[in-house]
C-alpha cells in the first residue's frame, strides 16, 4: 500500500513559480508517477509524468517548458517544479503513482492517489 501526501501549493501572482511536493509513504522506486489537475467544473487532466528512474519525463502541451518534473528516489518524494504560472493553471493538483514501467496519460490508469493541493493562479 501507498499514501500520496501533496504540498506546496497557494495563491501567487501570474508569473509567479510554486514547487509541489508529492512524499510518498512507502518505498516507490518502482512506480510511475504522474501530477495531474482537476479545476472546478473540469474532467482531471494529465499535467506531467515521470518514469522509475526518473530518466523519462513527460508533459502537457500546455505547460512544455514552464514546469518541470523531478523525483528523488532515496526521499521517495515526486516535486513539479511550475514557473511562469498563468490563471488557467489554477486547479487541485493530484499526485499518483502506479507500480509500472510505463507512464501512463490517463487518470484512471493510476492505483495510488493523494488528497491534492490547491494551486491558485491570480491575475
Given at each position: 500500500q ?8 497557494g ?21 510511475a ?9 473540469k474532467?482531471?487532466e ?46 487541485v ?31
Amino acid at each position: 500500500q501507498v499514501q500520496l501526501v501533496e504540498s506546496g501549493g497557494g495563491l501567487v501572482q501570474a508569473g509567479g513559480s510554486l514547487r509541489l511536493s508529492c512524499a510518498a509513504s512507502g518505498r516507490t522506486f518502482n512506480y510511475a508517477m504522474g501530477w495531474f489537475r482537476q479545476a472546478p467544473g473540469k474532467e482531471r487532466e494529465f499535467v506531467a509524468g515521470i518514469n522509475r528512474s526518473g530518466g523519462s519525463t513527460y508533459y502537457a502541451d500546455s505547460v512544455k517548458g514552464r514546469f518541470t518534473i523531478s523525483r528523488d528516489n532515496a526521499k521517495n518524494t515526486v516535486y513539479l517544479q511550475m514557473n511562469s504560472l498563468k490563471p488557467e493553471d489554477t486547479a487541485v493538483y493530484y499526485c499518483a503513482a502506479k507500480n509500472t514501467i510505463v507512464v501512463f496519460t490517463t487518470a484512471r490508469i493510476y492505483d495510488y492517489w493523494g488528497q491534492g493541493t490547491q494551486v491558485t493562479v491570480s491575475s
